[in-house]
């Protein structure tokens, strides 16, 4: 059988490195060759999750495990009428290294294990050609490539962008807590990230400003720094001081800069659910994965570790055999879809103003710290982040059982047993679920 996979971003490697595991024949297909990727644009911040760092040890990938390219604890602070603040560390510690110096370095890897990297841009039409070479195509080219596939209306919970993005690597930035991820939340307004990162230029920061379309925010996020950067940190310094201030007050202006020109990703996505997959030819299919089937805000940093998670699902499809027809597409996402349905559901609860519930469960994270520790387990298990955020009571069982679990005698185990797939966790027949989120106002 012969695997062709257009794209080469997190997911189409990481399901490239698996097959090569596998002894599956697959060809890799890029857009860029590795070091126009080093010399390229930043396009993401990536904080690598827990669960795709086993996956790259599975992988047998031992990459950038100096405490500096980790993020061990995490506070998350909700500004406005009642503020809050509480840790809520990540176990394992995220990796944080950009994806300009991790991408060729997964490709160089793969290639130095005997794999097949063809830097041929793929089209619609030639991925038909490809169809001719290969038993199944797996696109994994991100969301320009997802445009091969239609949207699903009834699981897309957005038409436009729910956020106004400006992040940037910056210089002159300390931290409150060392190795730290600090997240910042002003309802109606929109969220503040900072996190420490690993770039080509060694340790600098990534400050994150996303703002609600319309909101105060939005303007500040579209200022341009090319026509003028010393307004443009002004600009940022100013937003800062206003929306957070404790922030702001750890800032060296001295020192305060965008690291380099290319640092910097200003825009919006629209976060969109495509059909899975669909016919090239009579006989081959398409499979997406990875940005190419479903884009999500950046709010809650799932959209990598997500492609890493369905990548291995597809591989251990695609090793159960052939035939790739239909019947294994229908499977394949079937496989996918539980834990990415919970990773669209948290992101578009996240991108909304805040729950009731949502803001109970903050409240009691600030009380208590175990339950700030299980909801941090959750960031890495979006079923259970899902299912403890979806309703009222779901979240009252879920800081019962929690409280419960810390008043027990193994006061160490937070975490929260989830019924055995996440659409039975959702309670509700799947399609009106996700008709209901569309239906809301956003
Ligand atoms: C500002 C920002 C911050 C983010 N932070 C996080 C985070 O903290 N955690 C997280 O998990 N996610 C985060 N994300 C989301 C994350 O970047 C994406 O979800 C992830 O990179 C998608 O990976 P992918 O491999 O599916 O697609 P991509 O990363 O888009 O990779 C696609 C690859 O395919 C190649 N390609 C494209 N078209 C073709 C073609 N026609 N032929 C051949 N090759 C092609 C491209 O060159 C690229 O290398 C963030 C996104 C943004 C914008």
Redesign the pocket.
Known sequence: MRIAI????????HLALRLQQLDIDVTL????APEA?RNGRA???????GG?RRREELLGLDLWASPDTLAEARTVTVHGPEPLTFRADPDPAYSMVD?RLY?PVLVEEYVARGGRHLV????ARTAHDAAGDHDLVVV??????GELFPRDPERSPFDAPQRV?C?GLYRGIGESVPHSIEFHVMPGVGEVLRMPFHCADGHVDVL?LEAVPGGPLDPLCRTPYDADPAHFHSVVLDALHRYVPDLRERVDERAFALNRPADL?QGG?VPVVRRAWRALTDTTYALA????WI??D?IT???????SHCALEVAEAIAAGPPYDDAFCRAAEERMRPYAESVVQWTAAFLRPPTPQLLELFRAADADPSVAAAFATNFDDPPAMWHSIAAPERTAAFLAHVRSRSEGPDASDSSVPLPSSASAAAGTPRTPQWADLTARPS
């Not at 257009?6 to 490697?13: T, V």
């Not at 396009?43 to 999750?49: C, P």
């Open positions: 257009i794209g080469d971003g997190i997911s189409g490697l297909f890029g857009a860029k990727v396009l993401n911040f990536v904080a690598r999750s795709t994806f991408l041929t841009p793929l089209t994994a080219g991100g969301r320009a490539a993005l992040g994150g990703v996505v994965v990875g940005d190419a884009v999500n950046p940093a799932q959209g990598a570790n997500l492609g």
